[in-house]
């Protein structure tokens, strides 16, 4: 009761002075329309007694729209969510943690480069809860180093920020520049690229957002078809549609479901 109290009163007093000062608390600015939709995508797929948001809403299998994977997906959203809804990126981080699953390369997102993206992940997800209503997975990393990592595109990306991360700035530039070798003109194409899937939609935002935290945009001097295209896989419903390809006119066409590590990439990237 006293904490309660004293908050109050601190927060009263905080506004007297701002208001006998003139100055008026400037809001947070509202996200651009694109990115607002994306982020009622996201509390759209909210399943508030698990506190974690689904795999995706829309894939023709439905087994999905009750998969809650606490990594990547809910960590991802974690993220994403951090400056548009503290509260619920906080609370959803602490379910994650809950389920003891916090520690992850996917971290250095999040400038944590406790883990080296180079660890192999294991083939088998552990399942951590089932039943008729839903099921929760997650990710789980091995000890096991991949000798081939510099071949996938997302593991260069994601070893280019835990070097930053480190002040490592000169083996972080040298991962950017192979992963910005990967461009072919239309997408990044890997070791993991399957030409009757198409070009991943992450590894778009994955990149820009990269690129952005080196201050390395300068570099990319494919940006706008890069955005182009991100933005023309949103889907009606916020969401970003996870492959695409372009047809004989380059006319690009969507394929695959939306799905919460896509939009929480493609937020991360463009806020």
């Known amino acids: 009761m006293k904490t309660l109290l004293s908050f109050i009163m601190i927060f009263v007093l905080t506004v007297l002075t701002c208001c006998a000062s003139g100055v008026t608390p ?41 998969t809650y994977w606490l990594i990547n997906d809910n960590l991802l959203a974690s993220f994403a969510l951090k400056s548009y809804d503290p509260e619920l990126s906080s609370s959803i981080l ?22 080296d993206p180079v660890l192999a992940l294991d083939s ?13 997975k997650t990710e789980r990393l091995t000890d096991i180093k991949m000798q081939d990592y510099a071949e996938y595109f997302d593991k260069l990306c994601y070893k280019t920020l835990w070097h930053y991360h480190q002040g490592q700035h000169q083996e ?32 778009l935002a994955l990149f820009y957002l990269t690129a952005k935290t080196l201050g390395r945009l300068d570099a990319v001097t494919f940006q706008e078809p890069l955005l182009s295209t991100i933005y023309g896989l949103q889907s009606a419903s916020g969401g970003f549609h996870t492959f695409y390809c372009f047809d ?16 929480s990439l493609v937020l991360m990237a463009l806020r």
């Open 124 to 136: 088998n997800p552990e399942v951590i809860e089932e039943n008729s209503d839903y099921v929760i």
């Open 172 to 203: 972080a530039a040298g991962h950017f520049n192979q992963a910005l070798m990967m461009w072919d003109g239309q997408g990044f194409k890997d070791k993991a690229f399957k030409l009757e899937e198409g070009y991943n939609t992450y590894k």
């Open 94 to 115: 602490a379910t994650i943690e809950k389920y003891g699953c916090r520690q992850h390369y996917l971290g250095v997102l999040n400038k944590d480069s406790g883990i």
């Open 248 to 263: 004989n006119k380059g006319q690009l066409e969507v394929k695959g479901s939306t799905n919460t590590e896509t939009t």
């Open 26 to 66: 400037t809001p947070a600015p509202a996200p651009p329309p694109e990115l607002a939709k994306g982020y009622s995508y996201l509390l759209n797929n909210l399943n508030p007694n698990l506190n974690l948001i689904c795999e995706s809403p829309d894939d023709p299998n439905p087994a999905l729209h009750k």
